[in-house]
């Protein structure tokens, strides 16, 4: 009886040892992946493609859009608009096939309405928090969906959004609040207001994630338009929203919105998404001669400006913190920063095109897209403050103007017309 109790233990811990790993994937389930910082911690990622070489898959996704795809385990979510902006899809596809799941018409929307040339009528990036997948078009509605694509609700009435660009912010998601900017601007002529000269209509939302209703707004003071989306930074032990605007970058309190603290941010629009690091918050208005700035939270409700820097700011693109340097893409160049005093550590030209979605980094590497659909890698030195080697550039021949997501070891691209899952 001994032996063959002995015997079965031993083949259970022989199933035990040798039952093959299960899969993880990180799930890159908003705008800029974890926490929105363009950051991932897969490794394997691809570094050589082409449109034959390295493609798992490439599905072909109906309509116009330039939101990036969000990942959450096998379901990787995006959205478009068909019908010239009319009608808005939220769209599922299967992660390992690029199979479409399903695709869904949750609402319509007025068409034609106004926007930037660049812009598209679904450009804000969906959200999931793993059983909700949350998306918001350019007229301002809202959806939530469940993952078999049944519309949990609608909130098609809160807002009536107009701007001289079109709505460009992601929604993020905090606790149970679907937190989204509203920089707008007038929509009577002369349309100046919020535009070109300051108005105090502009508010950061948020909404109950379980219901679509309004929980609260938190009214900017004095703005202008943006495209930013917000990050959650936890400021000794409470988080503050972190939101830029043309003219200010701000603080709020998710519990209730109130603003925190504001720091004077000339230029209009802002389209860098905030990024973090160090205890630092780093934004800038669009390109030119418009600075970086490095704000510095405190917890009694306060911030400081820590440093700002000319001659490096991007024109649409966010930044990469990855210590210690401050990485931007402006023009045809990737530019470091010492992120703690904002001089430039070295700079790498990459004349792929305009470098107008955001970069991403992984295992070392740093990824720069452009409209072009070339993605340049630049490998970093162990020390990082070595300028890095540029050791591929990738063409795929086709405009995009979303930002690459992490899928497991794949890289997924979306181009004008099809989304592609690069790598094995």
């Not at 705008?31 to 990622?45: A, D, K, V, Y």
Request: glycine share 8%.
């Amino acid at each position: 009886m001994r032996t063959k109790i002995f015997l079965f233990l031993c083949v259970c811990l022989v199933f035990t040892f040798c039952k093959p790993p299960t899969q993880t994937i990180e799930n890159w389930y908003q705008f800029r992946g974890p926490n929105g910082q363009g950051i991932s911690q897969s490794t394997g990622l691809p570094t050589h493609w082409d449109r034959e070489e390295n493609v798992a898959w490439k599905t072909e996704i109906p309509g116009e859009g330039w939101s990036s795809p969000i990942v959450w385990n096998n379901h990787i979510f995006l959205t478009t608009t068909t019908e010239e902006g009319a009608n808005c899809h939220v769209i599922a596809l299967d992660r390992k096939t690029g199979k479409i799941l399903w695709d869904r018409i949750v609402f319509t929307q007025a068409p034609n309405q106004h926007r930037h040339p660049m812009n598209s009528y679904a450009t804000p990036t969906p959200v999931t928090d793993g059983t909700t997948v949350f998306a918001v078009f350019s007229s301002g509605g809202f959806v939530a969906l469940d993952f078999n694509g049944n519309i949990l609700w609608t909130n098609t009435e809160t807002i009536d959004f107009h701007s001289q660009h079109g709505l460009s912010a992601s929604p993020i998601l905090h606790g149970d609040l679907l937190i989204l900017p509203i920089d707008h601007s007038n929509y009577d002529y002369p349309r100046r207001l919020g535009w070109l000269d300051p108005w105090d209509k502009s508010f950061v939302l948020a909404l109950d994630k379980n219901t679509g209703t309004e929980r609260w707004r938190s009214m900017r003071g004095m703005s202008r338009i943006a495209h930013a989306t917000p990050a959650m930074m936890l400021v000794g032990d409470e988080y503050q929203i972190v939101s830029s605007a043309g003219d200010v970058i701000q603080g709020f309190d998710p519990t209730d919105g109130k603003l925190l603290w504001t720091i004077p941010s000339a230029g209009e629009p802002s389209v860098p998404s905030s990024v973090i690091g160090n205890g630092l918050v780093f934004t800038a208005p669009t390109g030119g001669r418009a600075p970086i700035r490095a704000v510095r939270p405190t917890a009694d409700g306060n911030a400081e400006l820590v440093w700002e820097a000319t001659g490096s700011t991007p024109t649409m693109s966010s930044f990469l913190f990855i210590e210690p340097l401050l990485i931007a893409c402006p023009d045809n160049r990737v530019v470091a920063l010492d992120a703690e005093t904002g001089e430039v550590v070295w700079e790498v030209p990459v004349r792929i095109g305009p470098l107008n979605p955001s970069p991403i980094y992984a295992d070392g590497k740093i990824y720069v897209f452009s409209e072009h659909g070339t993605t340049a890698v630049l490998q970093l030195a162990a020390d990082r403050r070595t300028p890095p080697e540029v050791i591929a550039i990738n063409e795929l021949d086709e405009l995009s103007r979303a930002s690459i997501a992490v899928a497991g070891n794949q890289l997924l691209i979306r181009t004008e017309s099809t989304l592609w899952a690069i790598g094995k």
